[in-house]
């Protein structure tokens, strides 16, 4: 990982400031010095107490006018919706998980961004019969014809936390009977066991700052790992 100490805080764009994991990037990004977080959105939104960040609200076909003028190191992108949010509809649906992710990709490397972070699902396949699990995996396969230098894609399981504005009682009683389902999920089924939101947004900055180039695709212990390095960024920083 570089160190951004040396030229100040680093800019990173962030889409999908609202959702869970959005949310928390902020929080923990506004909470130390290493890097300076860019939102993008469509409208206005409530921001988390105490946040340290610029926020832009444009439509979606003016954000590379924003990208062009920040010129951020990375996009965390953590656009998504639901079924329920999406009218139940697939077109709908597939109009954020997909369409949105990928211009906004685009845009992005069009304006020179050379990293790009985003936070799919585990269990994302482009062959697979449901259709949450099918659109991520064809976005994740459209990402990565973009031709970004570092392209890191984001696997959590189950997100635990609190959402501000989406009462998900369904998701809500899994977070619930994670402890006692988690232990139970082993082999292939290891990789649905839930983790912190918190934690994917630590991964999400730390592997924002990474120049090696590359597709890497990350599970839970992969992203534990990656948000290890970013507190032990932040530690070297408190220590000077």
């Known amino acids: 990982?570089?160190?951004?100490?040396?030229?100040?805080?680093?800019?990173?764009?962030?889409?999908?400031?609202?959702?869970?994991?959005?949310?928390?990037?902020?929080?923990?990004?506004s909470a130390g010095d290493e890097v300076r977080i860019v939102g993008i959105a469509r409208r206005e939104v409530p921001l988390p107490p105490g946040a340290r960040m610029?926020?832009?609200v444009a439509e979606p076909a003016k954000w590379g006018e924003v990208l062009d003028a920040v010129r951020p190191r990375a996009l965390i992108c953590a656009l998504g919706t639901t079924w329920k949010k999406a009218g139940r509809d697939e077109a709908a649906f597939r109009a954020v998980d997909h369409d949105l992710v990928l211009a906004t990709a685009e845009t992005a490397k069009r304006a020179g961004v050379p990293n790009m972070v985003v936070i799919s699902a585990a269990g994302a396949d482009?062959?697979?019969?449901?259709?949450?699990?099918?659109?991520?995996g064809e976005t994740e396969e459209a990402l990565s014809?973009?031709?970004?230098?570092?392209?890191?894609?984001?696997?959590?399981?189950?997100?635990?936390?609190?959402?501000t504005d989406d009462l998900r009682f369904a998701e809500r009683a899994a977070i619930i009977a994670a402890p006692l389902i988690d232990?139970?999920?082993?082999g292939s089924w290891q990789r649905f066991r839930?983790?912190?939101?918190?934690?994917?947004?630590?991964?999400?900055?730390?592997?924002a700052l990474r120049r090696a180039g590359g597709r890497f695709t990350h599970d839970n212990e992969a992203m534990r790992r990656a948000a290890?390095?970013?507190?032990?960024?932040g530690e070297m920083g408190e220590a000077q």
């Open 1 to 29: 990982m570089s160190d951004p100490r040396s030229m100040g805080p680093v800019r990173i764009a962030l889409v999908g400031a609202t959702g869970l994991v959005g949310r928390r990037v902020i929080e923990i990004a």
């Open 54 to 56: 610029e926020m832009f």
């Open 126 to 136: 482009a062959r697979s019969k449901s259709l949450y699990m099918r659109v991520k």
């Open 145 to 163: 014809r973009v031709g970004f230098k570092r392209l890191d894609i984001l696997h959590p399981g189950l997100l635990r936390g609190t959402r």
């Open 183 to 186: 232990p139970l999920l082993s």
């Open 194 to 207: 839930s983790i912190d939101a918190g934690l994917v947004a630590e991964a999400a900055l730390g592997l």
């Open 228 to 233: 290890r390095e970013w507190r032990r960024l």
